[in-house]
Every structure is written in C-alpha cells, then in structure tokens.
C-alpha cells in the first residue's frame, strides 16, 4: 500500500532552520504530484508547497515565499522542505500529500514544528 512518512520536525527559535523530508514507499514517486501541508491549533488545513512530478514547476503561499523551499529527489523516492527564517507562526504540523492523477490523495502522519523563543 502506500506509505507516506515524514520526519524533521522539531522545535527552534525564531529565525531558525528545519529540513522536512517525506519518504514515500507503494507509489511511482516519479509520477506523483506532491504537497506539502501545515495545520496549526485551531485552524484548517493549508497548502504550503507543492510540486511538479518532474520539479519543473513549484508553487509556494505567499507568506512562505522567499523562505521555504521544496523539493524532491525521485532516486529516493523522498520529498523535501527546506524551512528558513522561521517565524512563531509557522508553528503547525506538517504533511505530505501525494495526489494521483484520478484523485486519490495519500497522507503522511504528520510531523510537529514549533517555533518559539
């Protein structure tokens, strides 16, 4: 089956750095679409980041941009989010999303980033 799992979370100042990565396992990575999402307390779900099967064409939200950075490798089957410059805001968990061309959508567990002084 498909499997998502994300790991590099964590807890850093403001102004610090996390590297998230996703490995995804049961899917032809390559062919995949992939997200990132964030979900704080208290609120809904948002998109991040998302990329092209190929990485040819990224999108970010706005209040990220210039800051967070994703990625992918499909030799290793793994998706990436480079986070700099992190602000008390950005406090959420994350998740990876892989989105199938018929419109099935796959999720990782989520992984905890806390940004606090």
């Known amino acids: 089956q498909v499997q998502l799992v994300e790991s590099g979370g964590g807890s850093v100042q403001p102004g610090g750095s996390l590297r998230l990565s996703c490995v995804v396992s049961g899917f032809t990575f390559s062919m995949a679409v992939m997200r990132w999402y964030r979900q704080a307390p208290g609120k809904e779900r948002e998109l991040v980041a998302r990329?092209?099967?190929?990485?040819?064409?990224?999108n970010t939200i706005d209040s990220v941009k210039g800051r967070f950075t994703i990625s992918r490798d499909n030799a290793k089957n793994t998706l990436y989010l480079q986070m700099n410059s992190l602000k008390p805001d950005d406090t959420a968990v994350y998740y990876c999303?892989?989105?199938?061309?018929?419109?099935?959508?796959?999720w990782g567990q989520g992984t905890q980033v806390t940004v606090s002084s």
């Open positions: 990329i092209s099967s190929s990485g040819g064409i990224i």
């Open positions: 999303n892989l989105h199938t061309d018929w419109g099935a959508d796959y």
